[in-house]
């Protein structure tokens, strides 16, 4: 429910601020008093685009702020998936800055417009003749009747059920094509699984290699370079070792009256027993260090497969080949295990898929078995809107499975006797279509959680007793909704439970609208208005004290 509405500089608002009654609002006022503009205004609540033409003064933002009463609505799981506060009084505000840029809030959280589409449309219903053209529309029609027959428990269930099918025959359509591109490739990533797994590829293997077959290459040299030191080191008489002991020998004899000479007689001898395992593997590398052209031909051979490899996946190492040979792996599993995921995906999809049709046939069944009665309630107020020999027919064929189900309806009417019912757009008159559209609506005001529906102006073209039907209607709708009603018919404005006025002030410079909610002597006084003119007569008073007390 709209609890209140406060709009800043927007158009030729310069402030205003209107707190609305739970049951029926009538707002009333002249032809171009600003009642559109009100609209225009509450309309950037719903989402509307806007720009810096609606700024009054162009130099400060438009503010337009609405607080609603969200109990009931069933908008808990909506504020919860968009990280917003959950509060039964919320407040939603558009900013419109003289820079042209939009800002919306929803209880001073940032929104963007989707979101604040998303909550306000659930939350308020504009019916102007405009909106007369939803009666074509299928998702229009479909919720209207889902609605009257309460459908909407079974259906929620449907859209699970149909939601889980889709993702499931989504999944089984990728793995289909994944499993019909592997199959035909079935040789070919067998060969590239046997080929890389009898390679016996190693990490790092490639620069082992190259640093063996350096050392192959180069054992002539190496082995003359090892020979050399070794010849310094331990060479008889002549080699380092033996010049070591030579030094130790020269020490030994003055350490009786030299005391440094025990230190540097230890230090000698771990410099010997140093040199000494160094002599010895330096040795042992020389006696391992052979040329053998066998094993130069086995490296190279290696060495050109691990390199043709590389070149063949255009991998730049032996990691990259696993990744292939792991990748090539799996897409053959798919492949020989394919056939089997893809009948238990088929299996499922198939049991999802009756699941899904199964609730859609009780949807549908619900339906049809409400249209019979919507029609003769429909046809029922339409006779009391003037419409006599209104008919209205319902008309359902199948198609797949959608999120709307699997019926497509549409609305046949006629409002005069003997003619056939077609098509709304080919056989209603503008009024006849807002008639149309206000039983439909009335149908549904005693639905629970139902938005708030603002009357724009849909009593035009109809007058006498028939304004006064129209305005009882639209006070029955009021008793299970709120219900804003803008009017120029005094039969339908004397129904209300508060009424606004909208009006024009002029001063010197500026023109600006303003609304007052009317106490009892401001409305039967604007009602007699309504009645004889801007000339107050006793008749017109007489006459609006009638209507008020009906």
Known sequence: ??????????????????????????????????????LGALGLILGKRADTSVL????????????FNVAGYNLESVYRDNDLDF??????????????????????????????QELALQLVDIHSQHQNLLLNQQAFLLNIIDKFCGNEPLLNEYLRAYAEFKASKSAYLKKLESYTSIKADIDYLNHQVTELADANIRAGEI?????ELSQVENAGEIKAALHEVSQVLSADEQGLLDSIQNISTAINRISRVFSPANELLNRLESVKIELKELD????ADFEKLEFDPGHQELLHQRLNLLYSLLQKHRADSEEELLEKLESFQQKLSIGIDGEFELETLRKQLEQQEARALDLAHQVSGKRKESFASLQTKVENT????GIEHGRLQIDCTDKDMSNSGIDEVSFLFTANKNHPVKEISKIASGGELSRLMLAVKALLSDAGGMPTIILDEID???????????GALIHAMASGMQVINITHLPQVASKGEAHYKVYKNHDKEHTRTFVKKLD????????AKMLSGEELTDAALENAKVLLNK
């Open 280 to 283: 010895a593997d330096i040795q």
């Open 460 to 470: 035009t073209g109809v007058s006498g007793e028939i304004a006064d039907k129209v």
């Open 87 to 116: 509060d039964r009084h919320s407040v939603f505000r558009r900013e419109i800055l003289p820079s042209g840029k939009s800002r919306a809030f929803v209880n001073d959280t940032p929104v963007n417009l989707t979101i604040l």
């Open 382 to 385: 339409l006779r009391n809107l």
């Open 207 to 211: 620069s082992q290699i190259e640093q």
């Open 520 to 527: 009892r002597m401001e409305r039967l006084h604007e009602i």
């Open 56 to 67: 009054s003064n162009a130099d400060s933002k438009c503010i337009v702020e609405a607080e």
């Open 1 to 38: 429910m709209l609890l209140s509405l406060k709009v800043k500089n927007y158009a030729l608002i310069e402030e205003l601020s209107v707190d609305f009654h739970h049951g029926l609002n009538i707002i009333t006022g002249e032809t171009g008093a600003g009642k559109s503009i009100l």
